[in-house]
């Protein structure tokens, strides 16, 4: 498994989970990350993908790390939201905090993730578009009209550079 | 809140059956873990996504009437990208189905394990006349979906034994999908329905409707099916077929909606779907069915209808 | 109060600070906190609703290795959440009163340790009966859940001759609404860390009110409040949910029984259970009009279901009682309030604080009269909209001029979102149609006249010119810390960039209540704006210059002992207070200030599923002068889109006790799929004793949006709902009875 680009040691991730080298296969790749990685941008609000504070990329598409074992991921790549920047997610990220669309900002990371990936597959994505990446992603701050706004921005601006 | 699972990683798709002994299959997770946390027992874990010689996620067959062979191991949104209209009602059903991050781990083939009569992509498939193949330890046989299903939460599928993938016929292009939850997205169903024909000149020709939630298991809804198999869709054949609905359903309450409105919904579900038929002919909003609506006007709403719509308020 | 010619600051859509480290998941919240040697807790809940506690056996769980502390309530020094016996105690002791209450805490060296030390505690109960329907919990023979009975409170309150108005009345409108309780789902669950250092314990767990958990784990440990320190965020989310938590409670308990760090984070389905949730109401009303629409005179009747313990429940009813009038100006009201304890769900604070139960019954009223009367549904609330200046209509006390319902009704009926509802309403296309609906509200900010409401800030400037301001109330998701530091540098001339703001830690923000009551921008706000006056009134005298030389100033400052100042704002009674007896005016704490909003919704209804989308809604906000506008309107949206949500799906289910909704699964809240596409427009305005002419917004704007959502039912099918939420069901069997 590698996580943004980085290939993780097990043994490591083992010892601050407090569980053996063996078992970290079959914990959810949530705990690996916040407690064995201490990556903790991604959140844990209810432990059953029915929020999606806990998305995460594998292999660029979203979901939710709460709902996948590390052991399935083992020759995958993951991103989080730690990454984002450094995959060239700067202008996303920018555009959430212009945009003001971050309040309590618990559900964001996730949020962001799903974005990129549908930024990956969508370049310019329609409301709808963005309706079906983020229907996995709960938000109860900002009545998500802002996220839209954020992710047009992004487009906007990625098709203005590459012309 | 539970510990680490046993997790084993096959690489062959020989492998798995072997290593099915006192464990379950797991690919996708989303509905197996969400039950792990719920407290269900703590088996081994045989995980089906790293089997390097799975089939693709869509193989069409040759000859002049192909099939669709789905892969029952690849996340729900790869199988649609790859079907690319090719089956719409399918295509539907997934898009309403929980959410982006379920879609892109969830399976077909876990859709049909659980055995959940709300499973979304069921009744599509149901409807195209799908046929499961089951992979055990002696190789593999095949079940046509009706018969897979044997009730809530219960499938055809023996010890050692796993889905490897799903084939229907390909579908006509009319065909839709509709479901009504409690929210429009990340909802389990009230119920649903999928339903596919030919229209010839007007003429139903292999009408197949399946409907979710309204019984133990998804269901054919064949009454309703005989009443339009062969008909224009008259007001009276409309009518025939939403009051045969009742009969093919066996619903029951539950904390989503009661079976009382699951009945009605389910008239009304079937009644919007035939008015998605050529308005050309006459069309069922124009018959008053115990479901008339709540309107001092008599006049017809649909679309295309010649009668205009009048004041809507009561 | 604007005594500043130009505000570079105020007015300016300003990004929340901490947005940059959010985005890039940098930001700990108080669950991601992480300390060496840290334990972790678990909380042993009461799986039935009513039950003597007989004993709890602790034996095994405490001898598990690993297992570092198992409390009960004997080892609770005060075993008491409040002041009062029906405040509840920390840990049950003789009985169980709800589904998620908890009995005992486990704090052991892992998650695992301490689930299997949790399933090792015997609990032994003896069943008692359940009151589980507030209508009959104050029956004679309902079992009795406190030593008084099951009366929680009551207010009532009339002004007027109420039967000589309805009898005189042109039109009577009669009837019932009732509204469900509706859970939080602040995305981050409760939780936190604790830690017990030389007899001081300091607890990193989200809080509105971090003041009062201070207070709240001082009686429970036994100790003087300035032996705990309470650091309230950040934190994911509150709306009322960081208010009546116990959290803090628990982990400082833990904390102190191992001296060690322990962490705590609950389940999603524990917070379901447990948390405190919106009151269901059963609201009854009376309204007369004249045929012009004008109200005559109107009765309202409210029952609330608060749960086993008090919580906020008859505080809740004072504001319920407060806004039964609605925001409209007439002779003759009547309120009578009561608050009953139940087995079912706690109750206690929510966004909007039992204005929306009682205003979907007034609005529902108003929207049904102008259907019988023919008039239009946004004149018939302007000819009866309440005036800034006039006397409010059930206490008679002067509101002041910043309200403007007349103007936020004025801009709904302006926008082509009614304007053009007709020609909206002829696109729909078969099974589906359409309608739009308008609602308006109003709701007082701070906790009303005659309660001391009282915020405060400490200010210090270095020598560097850098100024540090301690303020409060807390940062719960609305970055008010953005908004004092607009203030800030605006009233020091300075840039927002010289200043910092410091929330929600009680050893350094001096006591400035909760993040409630809408209270937070227009008291707190005010109280920065003061401490900077007081900086800068002295820079004057001093003849120094903060705004050209502020590194000079402080350093001189510094030099003579004044660098540091304090000030405090304390809320404003109404001016003149009415009806209200001035020995009970906190009982009934009148507002003098109050924010207005009216709301346009477009509806579509499947007349054959049930269906309903709201695909398009306009805000028309009254919330006088914008400090950040970009975050009024998040505001703004998000608290829409929890009004749509208790119109449409949010409902917390208890049967006989039971929780039926105890998950996100069966527990719904709208996804960016139910989300309409929201407009807001604010209305122009200023209030003369907020801080730039601010006054509160964030919890006005969810009222209007379940009565402007049944009224575009109405106006698309016929039927006027009036139970909430407005279920693909309950719409089909209204329209089934209608046909």
């Given amino acids: ?163 | 809140m539970t510990g680490p699972a046993r997790l084993v990683r096959p690489r062959r798709v020989a492998e798995v059956s072997a290593l099915l002994g006192g464990a379950r299959p797991v690919a996708g997770g989303t509905d197996l873990l969400v039950q792990r946390r719920a407290g269900a027992p703590h088996h081994s874990l045989v995980d089906l996504t790293g089997l390097e010689d799975a089939p693709p996620p869509l193989r069409v067959t040759a000859g002049p009437s192909p099939s669709l062979v789905l892969s029952a191991v690849a996340p729900i949104a790869v199988v649609v990208d790859a079907l690319d209209g090719r089956f719409p009602a399918l295509a539907d059903a997934a898009a309403f189905f929980a959410s982006q991050q379920i879609r892109n781990r969830a399976t077909i083939g876990g859709n049909l394990a659980t055995g959940s009569p709300a499973a979304d992509t069921v009744p599509p498939l149901l409807a195209a006349g799908a046929v499961v193949t089951i992979r055990g330890a002696d190789g593999e046989r095949e079940a046509p979906l009706e018969d897979f299903l044997l009730g809530p939460r219960a499938v055809d599928l023996r010890p050692a034994e796993w889905i490897l993938a799903v084939t229907v016929p390909a579908p006509p292009a009319a065909g839709g999908y509709r479901k009504v939850g409690g929210r429009r997205a990340l909802a389990i169903s009230f119920l649903d329905l999928a339903w596919q024909w030919r229209a010839d000149d007007g003429v139903l020709r292999d009408v197949r409707l399946a409907m979710g939630s309204v019984a133990p298991t998804v269901v054919r809804l064949r009454g309703a099916e005989a009443e339009l198999e062969g008909r224009r869709v008259t007001p009276d054949v409309a009518h025939a077929a939403i009051a045969a609905v009742q009969a093919d359903i066996h619903p029951i309450d539950d904390l989503r909606a009661s079976a009382g409105y699951r009945r009605r919904c389910a008239a009304g579900l079937l009644r919007e779907a035939l008015g998605s038929i050529d308005a050309r002919h006459p069309h069922p909003a124009a018959s008053h069915t115990h479901l008339a609506l709540p309107t001092t006007s008599t006049s017809c709403e649909h679309p295309t209808c010649p009668v205009s719509a009048g004041d809507i308020v009561a | 109060m604007t005594d500043i010619a130009s505000t570079p600051w105020v007015g300016r859509s300003q990004p929340a600070e901490e947005a940059p480290e959010i985005v890039t998941g940098a930001l700990q919240y108080v669950t991601d906190l992480r300390l060496p040697g840290t334990l972790h807790g678990v909380v042993v809940r009461s799986t039935v609703p009513h039950a003597r506690l007989d004993g709890v056996d602790v034996d095994a769980a405490r001898e598990l290795e690993g297992v570092a502390a198992v409390l009960v309530a004997a080892d609770v020094p005060v075993n008491a959440l409040g002041p009062r016996d029906v405040d509840g105690p920390v840990l049950a002791d003789t009985v169980v009163r709800q589904v998620g209450e908890a009995i005992a805490l486990v704090a052991a060296k892992d998650a695992a340790t301490a689930h299997r030390a949790a399933a090792l505690v015997r609990v032994a109960l003896t069943p008692l009966p359940v009151v589980s329907d507030m209508a009959a919990a104050l029956d004679d023979d309902a079992p009795r859940l406190h030593a008084h009975g099951n009366l929680s409170g009551r207010i009532a309150f009339r002004s007027g001759d109420v039967d000589a108005a309805l009898a005189g009345a042109h039109l009577v409108v009669h009837h019932e609404v009732r509204t469900p309780g509706q859970e939080h789902v602040a995305i981050e669950t409760p939780g936190g860390t604790a830690i017990w250092e030389d007899g001081h314990a300091t607890v990193w767990c989200g809080s509105q009110n971090p003041g009062l958990h201070q207070r709240k784990i001082a009686r429970a440990l036994g100790v003087e409040p300035d032996h705990v320190r309470m650091i309230g965020g950040p934190v994911g989310g509150a709306f009322g949910a960081r208010n009546d938590d116990p959290m803090p409670v628990y982990l400082a308990l833990l904390a102190r029984a191992t001296g060690r760090p322990v962490r705590l984070h609950t389940t999603r389905e524990e917070v379901m259970t447990a948390g405190a949730k919106r009151h269901p109401f059963r609201t009854e009303i009376t309204v007369g009009f004249d045929a012009d629409g004008r109200i005559l005179g109107s009765r309202v009747r409210a029952l609330a279901d608060t749960g086993p313990v008090i919580t906020s429940g008859p505080n809740v009813m004072k504001t319920s009682a407060e806004m039964s009038t609605g925001p409209y100006a007439f002779e003759a009201a009547e309120f009578d309030g009561t608050v009953v304890y139940t087995n079912n769900a706690n109750a206690g604070a929510f966004r909007g604080y039992g204005v929306p139960q009682v205003a979907f019954a007034v609005e529902n009223a108003m929207t049904r009269a102008a259907q019988r009367l023919g008039v239009d549904p946004v004149e018939i609330r302007l000819r009866n909209a309440l005036r800034g200046g006039d006397r409010h209509s059930l206490y008679g006390h002067l509101t002041t001029e910043s309200l403007r319902v007349d103007e936020a009704l004025r801009i709904a009926g302006a926008h082509p979102l009614w304007a053009d509802r007709d020609e909206w309403a002829a696109g729909a296309t078969w099974p589906w149609r359409r309608g739009t609906g308008v609602a308006v509200a109003m709701k007082g900010v701070g906790m009303g006249s005659g309660t001391g409401d009282t915020a405060r800030a400490r200010l210090r400037i270095d020598g560097t010119g850098h100024v540090t301001i301690w303020a409060g109330p807390n940062h719960t998701g609305q970055s008010i810390q953005t908004t004092y530091r607009q203030v800030a540098a605006d009233t020091l001339g300075m840039s927002y960039d010289d200043v910092s703001v410091i929330v929600g830690d009680t050893a350094v923000v001096p006591e400035s209540g909760p993040t409630a009551a809408s209270r937070s921008t227009y008291a707190g706000g005010a109280a920065v704006h003061a401490v900077c006056l007081a900086l800068r009134e002295d820079c004057e005298r001093l003849g120094l210059h903060l705004d050209t030389d502020a590194a000079g100033t402080g350093e001189k400052l510094e030099a003579l002992g004044r660098a540091e100042h304090a000030a405090e704002f304390r809320l404003p009674d109404t001016e003149h207070i009415g009806l209200v007896p001035h020995a009970d005016l906190a009982t009934f704490a009148p507002h003098r200030v109050y924010g207005s909003c009216a709301q346009v919704v477009r509806a579509e209804v499947n007349v054959l599923t049930g269906e309903i989308r709201v695909p398009e809604l306009l805000c028309a906000l009254d919330c006088g002068t914008p400090i950040n506008p970009g975050g009024v309107l998040g505001q703004a949206e998000g608290g829409i889109l929890q009004g749509l949500g208790l119109a449409l799906m949010e409902d917390h289910v208890v049967t006989d006790g039971i929780p039926r909704t105890t998950s996100l699964e069966n527990y719904l809240a709208p996804t960016v799929a139910d989300a309409p596409r929201m407009h807001t427009v604010l209305v122009p305005g200023a209030e003369a004793t907020g801080p730039y002419g601010a006054k509160g917004m964030s919890e006005v704007v969810v009222v209007p949006t379940p009565p402007a959502l049944a009224a575009a039912v109405l106006d698309a099918v016929g039927v006027l709902p009036a139970e909430l939420p407005v279920t693909p069901e309950r719409l089909l069997a209204l329209m089934e009875e209608v046909a």
Avoid: W
């Fill in chain 1, 1 to 163: 498994m590698r996580v943004n680009g980085q290939s993780v040691d097990l043994a490591a991730a083992a010892d601050a989970l407090g569980v053996k080298v063996d078992e970290v296969a079959g914990t959810r790749l949530l705990d690996v990350l916040r407690d064995g990685l201490g990556l903790t941008g991604a959140k844990e609000g209810c432990g059953m993908g029915e929020c999606g504070s806990c998305t995460v990329l594998v292999d660029g598409r979203a979901v939710c790390s709460c709902l996948v074992l590390q052991g399935q991921v083992t020759d995958a790549d993951v991103e989080t939201v730690e990454g984002l920047a450094d995959r060239g997610g700067a202008d996303l990220q920018e555009a959430f905090v212009r945009r003001q669309a971050v309040q309590c900002g618990y559900c964001i990371p996730g949020v962001l993730m799903s974005c990129a990936a549908l930024l990956e597959r969508v370049p310019e994505p329609t409301d709808d578009d963005i309706r079906g990446a983020l229907d996995g992603n709960l938000c109860r701050c900002t009545g998500y009209n802002r996220f839209h706004d954020a992710v047009h921005d992004v487009a906007r601006g990625r098709c203005a550079g590459a012309s």
